[in-house]
């Protein structure tokens, strides 16, 4: 089992930046094999891939809608990956998962994900 907690969420105006964080756990977790994989879910909106890189740092994807202003990212130690917001958008605002897969290709859909965090809201206004 892995475990998987985000933490950075909140309320910033247009413009304005911040930083999820999305920490890993578990005895099976093992950074070398797995793949994160952010998303976020707007209120009467189907979840929605953000962005993806394997948890060891390599190989970012991105949603075409954050691309240039959100930055996929890891720690020294591979166990937090962060996902960095700039230039926030109101139609950013969402509850925003991390979640966790074991493999190496790329993954866009949510249901090719196994393991998921609770959310952090984000909410910018205009």
């Known amino acids: 089992q892995v475990q998987l907690v985000e933490s950075g969420g909140g309320l910033v105006q247009a413009g304005g930046s911040l930083r999820l964080s999305c920490a890993a756990s578990g005895r099976t977790f093992d950074s070398y094999t797995y793949r994160v994989g952010w998303f976020r879910q707007a209120p009467g909106k189907e979840r929605e891939f953000v962005a993806t890189m394997l948890w060891r740092g390599i190989r970012p994807y991105y949603a075409d809608s954050v691309k240039g202003r959100f930055t996929i990212s890891g720690d020294s130690a591979k166990t937090t990956v962060y996902l960095q917001m700039n230039n926030l958008e109101p139609e950013d605002t969402a509850v925003y998962f991390c979640?966790?897969?074991?493999?190496?290709?790329?993954?866009?859909?949510?249901?090719?994900?196994?393991?998921w965090g609770q959310g952090t809201q984000v909410t910018v206004s205009s």
């Open positions: 979640a966790a897969v074991q493999g190496l290709g790329v993954r866009r859909q949510a249901q090719e994900y196994d393991y």
